[in-house]
């Protein structure tokens, strides 16, 4: 599962990510395209309830399915943050990919591994497959 900011412009970043996943191989849950989850249209939550419950459950059941979140960073998110918080409750691995300085302790944190680039990434994800954490083919 690839988390990062939807709502603020990060949308094509995940999905590049999710393509950089799946062309080496990996086998990956993807919460925004397989049950039509990207919002990154709407720009104002505070009269959409409903639709912030069915957002939130929706993501929160992925993150229980994933072994392995990679987190991208760029644009700060609530969601996001939250995601990481619950994954590290739950035993999950969580990997930051921080290709830019992060001025805050708080990604780092909750994060098992931090990445500087797409081909560390790959190789801690590749690791991580041949211990049986994550799936590789």
Known sequence: MVLGSIGYGGIDNIRRVYSLLREDEFSILNH?????????????F????????????HDLKYVQKA??????TGTPSYGTAIEMYVARNLGKKVILLAENPIPTPWPIYFSDYVVKTEEELLNILRRLGKEGVIQHS
């Open 67 to 72: 072994d392995v979140l990679v987190v991208l």
């Open 46 to 57: 505070r009269d959409q309830k409903e639709l912030s419950k069915k957002i939130v459950e």
């Open 32 to 44: 925004v395209e397989e049950e039509h989850m990207d919002y990154s249209s709407m720009d104002d």
